[in-house]
T-cell receptor
Framework: GENVEQHPSTLSVQEGDSAVIKCTYS??????FPWYKQELGKGPQLIIDIRSNVGEKKDQRIAVTLNKTAKHFSLHITETQPEDSAVYFCAPSTGGTSYGKLTFGQGTILTVHP | DSGVTQTPKHLITATGQRVTLRCSPR?????VYWYQQSLDQGLQFLIQ???????AKGNILERFSAQQFPDLHSELNLSSLELGDSALYFC?????????????FGPGTRLTVL
């Protein structure tokens, strides 16, 4: 099965700084790479995703980059704000007989200090 | 609000008991996924249904079962409950349930087994 590792496990930044979280996966058949944000007491919320035929995708202050050769993808948050504080999960997915099930990383606790 | 609803929000029960968790997917979504989130195991995929049929199974215990009804809502049944079953249970839905499918998560059911 897919092995997913996420680093760092905790990240503390000052408001306005950038944050980068890296996710490494093992299954070369993975073809869909989403990032989820989970706030306390809530379900995971999809914030950005990328497909295997694309190297980078940006949505305002959030971007995701994919390196399929090295089997890792990263979440980049620029100009961080206190409301970005949450747990972030990567969750690569493989199609085929896995039918799109997500394999979650261990999570990164991001704290943005005002 | 993702459009996925889950009931109940909280459930407290005793060891050996049986409970049913309910999920209503987003309007138009045919696929439902169940995930378990615990401190020691993280977020883990349990089972997926697509248009009433079981599609994929993850680390789901034999004591657990699920089904998806003709109106597309889904139920997760947990029986012979043990202390270790205490966790957050999330339902997610997606349009198709194959490759590249964004999954939208509900708010979860917190199960406490005493």
């Amino acid at each position: 099965g897919e092995n997913v590792e996420q680093h760092p496990s905790t990240l503390s930044v000052q408001e306005g700084d950038s944050a980068v979280i890296k996710c490494t996966y093992s299954d070369s058949a993975s073809n869909y790479f989403p990032w989820y944000k989970q706030e306390l007491g809530k379900g995971p919320q999809l914030i950005i995703d990328i497909r295997s035929n694309v190297g980078e995708k940006k949505d305002q202050r959030i971007a995701v980059t994919l390196n399929k050769t090295a089997k890792h993808f990263s979440l980049h948050i620029t100009e961080t704000q206190p409301e970005d504080s949450a747990v972030y999960f990567c969750a690569p997915s493989t199609g085929g007989t896995s039918y799109g099930k997500l394999t979650f990383g261990q999570g990164t606790i991001l704290t943005v200090h005002p | 609000d993702s459009g996925v609803t889950q009931t109940p929000k909280h459930l407290i029960t005793a060891t050996g008991q049986r409970v049913t968790l309910r999920c209503s997917p987003r309007s138009g979504d045919l696929s439902v996924y169940w995930y378990q989130q615990s401190l020691d195991q993280g977020l883990q995929f349990l089972i997926q249904y697509y248009n009433g049929e079981e599609r994929a199974k993850g680390n789901i215990l034999e004591r657990f079962s699920a089904q998806q009804f003709p109106d597309l809502h889904s139920e997760l049944n947990l029986s012979s409950l043990e202390l270790g079953d205490s966790a957050l249970y999330f339902c997610a839905s997606s349009v198709v349930g194959t490759d590249y499918n964004e999954q939208f998560f509900g708010p979860g059911t917190r199960l406490t087994v005493l």
